[in-house]
C-alpha cells in the first residue's frame, strides 16, 4: 500500500504546491538561476529540469501572480500618492541574437500606508509608454527622480510631480568626491533636510501614526524648517550657476543644473505631507533585482521579463509586510487549485 498523493496543482499533475511555492522563492527571492537550482536538487536526488521549472513558474504566473496583480494595481491606483522608479536589464531577442535593454518599473504607495504594496511593470524600453500604460487615468502626487518619462501622462493627468532629494545630493557628493568643495554648502543644506525627515519617522513609529498622522505631521514641522534649508540651498545653487568659476561640464555645474531643474518638484513636499522627501524606497526594491541580475544576467524573453515582474512583486511585498513568501505562495496557490477543484 502507499500513501495518497498530495494534491497537485495540475490535474494529475507530478508536483504539489510547495514545490512550485519552492522554485519561485529560490529564484526571485533568492537569486538562484535555474540551473544553479537544478544542481542543488540533484545533489538531494531530485531531478527537476530546468524547463519543467519554468512551466512551474509560468503556471504559478497564471494561476495567482497575474489575479492577484491586478487587485494589487487597482488598490495602489486608489492612493493619493505613488512611487515610481526604472532599473535597465538585458533581455534576449527572440529569434535574433544578441540582446536589447528592457527596463523593470516598481511602483509603490508610500510609508504609513496600512498595507505597503509594491507592483513591478516589465517594459521592452523606457518610453512613456510604460507609465502611461501602468496609471491609465490616475492622477495624484507621483514621487520620481528627474528621468523625464513619467512627464506625458503627468502633465495629461495632472499630476503633481514630487522631485527626490537623495538624486540631487548624490551629484553634489560626486563634485565633492572630485575635490571640488564648493559642493559642501549644499550637502550641508540638504543633510538637514534628512535629518529633519529621520526626526519625523522616529515621531511616527513613536506615536503610532497612519499615513495621514504623518502627513499632517509632515505639513505641520515641515514648514518653517525644511523651507529655510530649502531657500539656502536654492539661493547657493543659483549662485553657483552664475559663477563663472564653475566650469560648464564639470560635475559640480552639473549639479546646480539637475537641483534647479528640480526646484519645482522638491518644493512640493512642502505641500504634500504624504510624500517623503526621497525615492530610496523604490529603489531598495529594485536594488532586490539588481543582485539577482548579477547572477542570473539577462531575461530570456519578453515574456520571461513579465513572468519576472510579477513574481517579483510578490516576494517584495510580501517581504515589506513580514510575510514569508514560500509560505504565502504555497498557501494560496492550494487555495486557487482548491476552489478550481470544487468548482
Known sequence: KVAPLPDGVVDRGKYEASVYAFVATSKYGDHLPLNRIQRILKRYGVHLPRQTMWDLLVRLDELVAQPVLRQMRQELLEERALQTDETPIRVQQEGKK?????????WRNVRGSPTEKVVADFCMDRSAKGPTAFLGDWTGTLLTDGFAGTNPVAVKNEITRAGCVAHARRKFRDAME??????????KEIGELFAIERELLDRENVEGLDLAGLSALRLRELGASSTTALERLFANAFALDEDP??????RLQKAVTYLINQR???????EHGEIPIHNND??????????????WMIFGSQRGGEVAARLYSLVLSSKLNGVDV????EDVLGLVTTESAVA
Open 282 to 295: 523604490t529603489e531598495r526594491d529594485l536594488r532586490h533585482a539588481a543582485v539577482g541580475r548579477k547572477n
Open 264 to 270: 519645482k518638484p522638491l518644493l512640493a513636499h512642502l
Open 245 to 250: 568659476s564653475v566650469a560648464r561640464g564639470s
Open 178 to 187: 572630485s575635490g571640488d568643495n564648493r559642493a559642501g554648502a549644499a550637502l
Open 98 to 106: 544578441g540582446t536589447k535593454q528592457g527596463y523593470l518599473w516598481s
Open 326 to 329: 514560500q509560505a504565502y505562495l
